[in-house]
């Protein structure tokens, strides 16, 4: 079954810092890239970070810059996201996804997605 399983939300203080996993079956993460994204309920799904099959990171989101950094392991077949210093706007769903071409970079939309997890950032 190809699917990614994202784990790692909770509910922290503002500055506070949390590790995502994204952990991927049914397809290696050092053929395809796969990238975080972020949902609030009524506002738009933000795509906010990729990681290639090679490594290569892309940053899309301005308002995390600096602040997160995606990571893999590829023995584990599992990709992170290191959040730190977050913010109450941080305050969203985080889904994982794959982009659909084979051996590809962060182009051309995404296949698989995970069912989400919470992060919750208040005091």
């Known amino acids: 079954q190809v699917q990614v399983v994202e784990s790692g939300g909770g509910s922290v203080q503002p500055g506070g810092s949390l590790k995502l996993s994204c952990a991927a079956s049914g397809f290696r993460v050092d053929y395809y890239a796969v990238g975080w994204f972020r949902q609030v309920p009524g506002k738009e799904r933000e795509e906010m970070f990729c990681?290639?099959?090679?490594?290569?990171?892309?940053e899309f989101a301005d308002s995390v810059k600096g602040r997160f950094i995606i990571s893999k392991d590829i023995a584990k077949n599992t990709i992170y996201l290191h959040m730190n210093n977050l913010k109450p706007e941080d305050t969203a769903v985080y889904h994982c996804?794959?982009?659909?071409?084979?051996?590809?970079?962060?182009?051309?939309?995404?296949?698989?997605w995970g069912q989400g997890t919470q992060v919750t950032v208040s005091s």
């Open positions: 996804a794959r982009y659909k071409s084979l051996w590809g970079d962060c182009k051309g939309g995404n296949d698989v």
């Open positions: 990681i290639s099959s090679t490594g290569t990171t892309t």
